[in-house]
């Protein structure tokens, strides 16, 4: 998943950092701070879930804006949890490249007091 939407991402000129694991998405934050401006997640992945990966980052950047996607059945449930952590939306894939582009815009344009409840 990670490489398909990293290129679409890059294709419409988004700088794009690809972490194959939770750990080394927040070494990265770790590294490179407030110079990222979205994390986006998949919400099964090993070592810790999307939403375990974003209250992390939260903890190290307090401002960050948020995208999880995921292909599991049990959606409604799923956007329960993302709700609790002040996520508007969860993306379910597979997703259309332009329903993935108004997502990404529309998150990072977002206010990042708005509907957070971290």
């Not at 995921?70 to 949890?81: E, S, V």
């Given at each position: 998943?990670?490489?398909?939407?990293?290129?679409?991402l890059?294709?419409?000129?988004?700088?794009?950092?690809?972490?194959?694991?939770p750990?080394?998405?927040?070494?990265?934050?770790?590294?490179e701070?407030?110079r990222?401006?979205?994390?986006?997640?998949?919400?099964?992945?090993?070592?810790?879930?999307?939403?375990?990966?974003?209250?992390?980052?939260?903890?190290?950047?307090?401002?960050?804006?948020?995208?999880?996607?995921?292909?599991?059945?049990?959606?409604?449930?799923?956007?329960?949890?993302?709700?609790?952590?002040?996520l508007?939306?969860?993306?379910?894939?597979?997703?259309?490249?332009?329903?993935?582009?108004?997502?990404?815009?529309?998150?990072?344009?977002?206010?990042?007091?708005?509907?957070?409840?971290?």
């Amino acid at each position: 998943m990670g490489r398909l939407v990293s290129f679409v991402l890059r294709r419409y000129q988004y700088k794009v950092l690809i972490s194959e694991t939770p750990r080394e998405a927040l070494e990265h934050l770790r590294a490179e701070g407030s110079r990222i401006n979205l994390l986006l997640t998949d919400l099964v992945m090993p070592e810790m879930d999307g939403f375990a990966l974003i209250r992390e980052a939260i903890k190290l950047q307090p401002t960050l804006k948020f995208l999880v996607m995921t292909g599991t059945f049990a959606f409604k449930d799923i956007q329960a949890q993302a709700a609790d952590l002040g996520l508007p939306e969860v993306l379910q894939k597979p997703i259309r490249d332009m329903d993935l582009l108004a997502a990404v815009h529309s998150a990072l344009n977002a206010n990042p007091s708005a509907g957070q409840k971290r």
